[in-house]
């Protein structure tokens, strides 16, 4: 097992020590495999080489040949055996790995070795990329090298909503070349949702003349005031036949595709066609806007034939024996309205409607396994009790994955702290618009899908994780390709490489090299390489601004005046003195132009700034920001986005802030701000408290202010207080409570996300 550093000093060795300009220096390999040496020599690929296979691979060895065709544009020479200048995919069964492979590239010979299809295949892409991402000649120069790799994890997945907007064969399929580029082997496509039904029902047309279709869609985000629509009617739906041609186009890249077919909740649409699956039997329409809907799927007995009559036709489609059936955000308000269902909790001797959902969970998983499959469930199956052999899909967090693993089911991992590619992915204010949250590349890149609190027997239910793309503020195939790379190329090395082989740092330089294979697969992905994450930071008891580059060997430029950087602006060395209130641009350069886009860093100078802050409780670790200090750096965080590293967020928890100054401060006024996002559960307080000690009569001064939120995203307060000197702030915020039913989020406790503290 080679290390990252030694990996690198060989790097190194070969760009001092190659001499032939035709072969790349240094094979960028994503994800990064287990083991990896260079050798003295090369291996040149050109028209004369010989080509063999065993039988038990020749299936990729077509695959390989025929992409060797496309790019070098010949086919090589099928020989009975090997020989010398030859290409050998030699069948292995000693390699231990169902998915493992080993390539050997010396001066005479290539050899890839594999005991499986899948092996071989995974191979076949490894060898792709030590091929220049664009060849000119029809000859290549290869680096003699040895590699054996076998993934971490046998669940490596990509998610994509396609109920929220639809996307055509062609880019399905794409989607898929791509997952399988990056050795991922696994498809969940998310097809019925409450804004649209995706896959065609021959028994029940109303699905493709009704469900399929809305009237209308939301414009802008939904915590917009007021909300827009584009008075367009918009839909559409899969063929069966579509389907059998993506899930056949997909098994030939070793790429298993598991559908979604939602219940009992973000069952609208499928209502909004047969009324009777509802528990009030009256008409709905397919959803305009996003969110969670009351109307769910009601547990009685047409309900269950109809799913049945569903899932017969569904599950032939697919061959994995994986069916996932949602099981999220289930709003319990017409359950607990419906005769019939307090009627079942009674039968069934339920506990209440959590029980209930379990009972509808388990009746789908009976009916399911009796076809010879299992199901899959968003982590809310966990509640009112586990179908027995359920795998749970952890996305609120790791708690359900925990509590699945320890009782023996197994998990898949998709956080949304590190697995929702809808999310900003960048601070940059003209970043398309995204449902919210902030999830860089970086964090994606150092997620580890073991939580810690399993034991080394219970990790082995962790299957594997998953990127998910929602499609609510995604409306494009390039947007789509946008959102999730590449962040799901980190997700890909996440599953696949051994975490003692994985360094950011090395990471980013072997993107940069990447990117230019998605330059020639047309591939729009986002690329955040070049720009700058900036903080205010204590140095030698001096403010300074600290800004670091992602890749370190480019230079960072700077101004103070409002202007935008140039090669002739002020270079950047650590650390930047603070003077006072400061609006500081920066951007990335190499020797001739800028590479990235302007970096900005308003500071605001206020009493507070560096102040000594506790907090209690911590934020919620999904969103802790810059942590307590973040509060009174002199940044506040965007006026459009809650996720920021300014901004943090608690779920559920009274806030207490306590501001200790180090020396006696006069103070006239205390302010922030709370972002006020009900559509995400997100709620400004009602009320605020704030207590200062007068250090002049030492009394102690309390005052509560009621909050004002006039339904507006952004909520400020401020406390004006009488001209007094203190050494000591506290600062009370009660959470908003349990949101309330017919509203996002009801029955769950209340977000509150909070900025900086300003204090005059």
Known sequence: MRSTIFFKFIIFLCFIGCTEPQFPIRPH?????????????VFILDKNVSFHYDSELQTTAHFFNKYVEETLGFQLIKHSKPDRNSITFQYDETIENEEGYEILVDTSQIIIKAKTEKGAFY????????????????????????????????????HLDVSRHLFSVAFIKKYIDLMAMLKMNTFHWHLTDDQGWRIEIKKYPELQNIAAYRDETLIGHYNDTPQQFDGKKYGGFYTQEEIKEIVQYASERHVTVIPEIEMPGHSQAAIAAYPNLGCTGTTVKVATKWGVFEDIYCPKEETFTFLEDVLDEVMPLFPAKYIHIGGDEAPKTRWKACEHCQELIKKEDLKDEHGLQSYFITRMEKYINSKGKQIIGWDEILEGGLAPNATVMSWRGTNGAVEAAKAGHNVIMTPTSHAYFDYYQSDNEDEPLAIGGYLPLEKVYYFDPIPKELSTEEATHVLGAQGNVWTEYITTPEQVEYMAFPRAIAMAEVNWSNPRQRDYQDF?????????RLDTLNVNYANHLYEIEGN??????QLVFDLQTIIRDKTIRFTTDG???????????????????????????????????DFELIFNKHAAVGATISLEPKPHKAYAGSGSKGLVNGVSGSNTRFGDKEWLGFWGKDVTI????????????????????????????????????????????????????????????????????????EIFIPNYGTIQDGLQGAGNKAWTFLDEIIVK
């Open 563 to 597: 202007s935008s950087p140039n090669l002739q602006s002020e270079k950047y060395t650590p650390y930047l003195p603070i003077e006072g209130s400061t609006v500081l641009k920066a951007a990335v350069f190499d020797n001739k132009q800028k590479l990235g886009r």
């Open 508 to 516: 980013t330089y072997r993107l940069s090299h990447f990117h230019k």
């Open 29 to 41: 390999i994503i994800p990064i495999p287990n083991e990896f040496t260079i050798q003295e020599g």
């Open 658 to 729: 306590t501001i200790e100054f180090d020396k006696p401060t006069k103070i006239s006024s205390v302010s922030t701000r709370f972002y006020n996002a009900n559509g995400q559960w997100i709620y400004a307080p009602k009320e605020i408290g704030i207590s200062y000690i007068n250090e002049e009569d030492g009394r102690t001064l309390h005052q509560v202010n009621q909050v004002t939120t006039a339904d507006t995203t952004l909520v400020p307060h401020t406390f004006q207080i009488e001209e007094i000197t203190t050494k000591h702030i």
């Open 123 to 158: 191979a076949f892409q490894t060898f792709r990329q030590l091929l220049p991402a664009t060849v000119e000649t029809n000859s290549v120069h290869l680096r003699n090298l040895y590699i054996k790799d076998a993934p971490r994890f046998t669940y490596r997945g990509m």
């Open 536 to 541: 205010v930071v204590t140095r030698n008891n």
